[in-house]
């Protein structure tokens, strides 16, 4: 038997004909083969003991958010304000593969539609993305939007125009989860619709290959993301985000570019003191575009010529936390600058740590520490840039001088960055 893995599977019986055994859509990925595979999480968000520290949160004109612990999700409320307006974000703009099925999962409840008042949920930015939507009229829509052209524009389907399913079930005053599963390699399918009752049923598919004669949209690393804004007059809406995933079918490796920098000059220590030796942050922006790679941490190396230290990898929200914005690029080719000029600090969350002992060589004494590598899979291991690409998170390295005399310090970092 010849057996040909796509959505309506062939199978030929001993006389050569083929005999169609048709799979439930649900039951196959964004390309057409069956669901067998490992789901492999690349990002999953949830807000249990407050609101997800994962997300950024970026509003205006009176808008609020709020933790509901007892609800296991954050409410969204927009003001009066006609410009009243809530974007929530993951940080992460989560890798994608060419060649694998990409799927997003997100639980809402929109509730009851609210005059001039719009409700999100997907995979998007401002520029590009998937997403669900309720207009204040109520209208549902499954969205695609592409900055092809160099300006943010949109596919809209609306319910009356779902090609496979309208779904007339379904209660939008009650929580649902929207999926998406896509295609990308720039002209691929997108399939969209909810997970109900332990089958997923897809609603919308929007088809691009010999259909578009560029790409459908420009970037596939995107965020999870909700928003509620005011489109005019209101009293005002709400709405409840709940829970979040993106996962990878089929496999997946984190592909990137890995890069280094060591300290230019040796810090002087002085005996008892701490003091910041390097840091390393995102530009602003990458070849012209606001960047949005991911960089994680890898090894750590310390050097002292005389006296034990102990250093301390620490991760700063932003430029603000750390003193002295001497900020030098690591290469045109590479997403990240690097400072060794850095004075002081305040905050930040210390993710590694290590010693580096000090042996007697003639009348010098030197110590290295064991690399330090972190797992890939931590949730925080990473730094990313704020909403804007204006202000990136930090990793610095910082040292304390254990012992009774100066001692010149360096260290070594080396880092992923994925795109």
């Known amino acids: 038997m010849t057996y040909l893995f796509t959505n309506n599977q062939e199978i030929k019986n001993d006389e050569g004909n083929p005999i169609p055994v048709s799979f439930p859509t649900g039951l196959s990925d964004a390309f057409g083969r069956q669901r067998v595979s490992e789901p492999f999480t690349i990002g999953d968000y949830k807000h249990l003991y407050g609101i997800d520290s994962n ?8 808008a609020t958010i709020t933790f509901v612990k007892n609800k296991a999700c954050c409410t969204m409320t927009t003001t009066s304000n006609p410009a009243s307006f809530i974007v929530h974000q993951t940080k992460f ?19 009851a539609a609210t005059t001039n008042v719009t409700k999100r949920t997907g995979y998007f930015d401002d520029n590009d993305g998937i997403y669900f939507e309720q207009a204040g009229d109520g209208t549902l829509s499954w969205v695609i939007r592409s900055f092809v052209t160099g300006i943010a524009t949109e596919v809209r389907k609306t319910q009356s125009q779902w090609n496979i399913d309208t779904v007339s079930w379904i209660d939008i005053t009650k929580t649902q989860l929207a999926i998406i599963d896509f295609q990308w390699l720039g002209v691929g399918r997108v399939r969209v619709g909810f ?3 332990g089958n997923i049923t897809y609603v919308h598919e929007f088809l691009h290959s010999n259909n578009l004669p560029t790409v459908y949209m420009s970037n596939p690393n ?4 909700c928003e509620i804004r005011n489109t005019g ?13 993106v996962f990878s079918e089929g496999g997946y490796v984190e592909a990137g570019q890995d890069w280094s920098v060591s300290s230019p000059t040796l810090t002087i220590l002085a005996a008892g003191t701490t003091l910041p030796i390097i840091a390393i942050r995102l530009k602003n922006s990458y070849k012209t575009y606001s960047n949005r790679m991911i ?3 890898g090894n750590v190396t310390m050097f002292s010529d005389g006296e034990n230290i102990k250093w301390r990898l620490l991760k700063l929200p932003a430029q603000s936390y750390l003193t002295g914005t001497t900020w030098v690029d690591v290469n045109d080719d590479s ?10 600090w305040t905050d930040g969350q210390e993710l590694d740590n290590g010693w580096v002992g000090a042996s007697t060589q003639g009348s010098q004494k030197a110590g290295g ?10 949730k925080k291991n990473y730094i990313v840039q704020n909403y804007a690409s204006t202000d990136s998170e930090i990793y610095l390295i910082v040292a304390t001088n254990l012992g009774t005399q100066s001692t010149n310090v360096g260290a070594g970092v080396q880092w992923r960055e994925i795109y």
């Open 295 to 297: 960089v994680r941490m």
């Open 335 to 344: 997403g990240v600058q690097y400072n060794n000029t850095c004075t002081a």
């Open 369 to 378: 520490s064991p690399a330090s590598n972190l797992p890939s899979s931590a």
């Open 93 to 111: 703009y989560h890798h994608y593969m060419p060649g694998k099925s990409q799927v997003i999962m997100s639980s809402i409840n929109f509730g």
């Open 195 to 197: 997970a109900h009752n």
């Open 233 to 245: 007059a209101t009293t005002g809406g709400s709405m409840d985000q709940i829970c979040s995933t």
């Open 222 to 225: 995107l965020p999870v993301r």
């Open 55 to 62: 997300f950024i949160d970026y509003y205006g004109n009176g």
